[in-house]
């Protein structure tokens, strides 16, 4: 598997060896939609909390008389029937929203994804991105001059430099391959892995 080499202005200088077990695998759409749906739901936290028919304001007196008033006999007003009655089944704050997705399939799922991209001519490979400040204007313009607005750079070490001076770029995110996570490899337009986060890749996902 060939991957392309980009140069300081963003264009293809050559090209680079992959490994095909992680950028050659086939397209699996209902693989990477489960891992998508997955990370996103095992990062929801259950804060939200509704009432139950015991739980809400009320008064036991029965709202109207049981006959001849022409309505559906109703004892509470906390009747879940009515607007201030209670939930019949209401969220609670321990709510979990985790789904369970086994290695072999985040591993093979994630690897489907890169391959994708790489298809799609999404990905592509830098030797490094270093920058000698923490300078935010620094980075941008390293991206700006390599033509790239929308990108995940995927370095094999992120250091003190690169994390600050990437951290209030709206559009940018830099994370070493353990944190690589299939919605940022979706979202963001293209993917740019520096060669020695190939390795790592390898290790994680073939």
Known sequence: MKLELLNEQGKAASQVDAPETVFGRDFNEDLIH???VAYRANGRQGT???KDR???SHTTAKPFKQKGTGRARAGMSSSPLWRGGGRIFPNLPEENFTQKINKKMYRAGMASILSQLAREGRLAVVESLKVDSP?????ADKFKSMNLDSVMVIAEEVDENL???SRNLKNVFVVEPRYADPVS???FKKVLVTKGAIDKL????A
């Open 34 to 36: 489960q891992i998508v």
């Open 48 to 50: 939200r909390a509704q």
């Open 54 to 56: 015991e739980q809400v």
């Open 135 to 139: 300078k935010t204007k620094a980075l």
């Open 163 to 165: 994390y600050l001076a």
């Open 185 to 187: 490899l979706v979202h």
């Open 202 to 205: 390898k290790e994680m996902f």
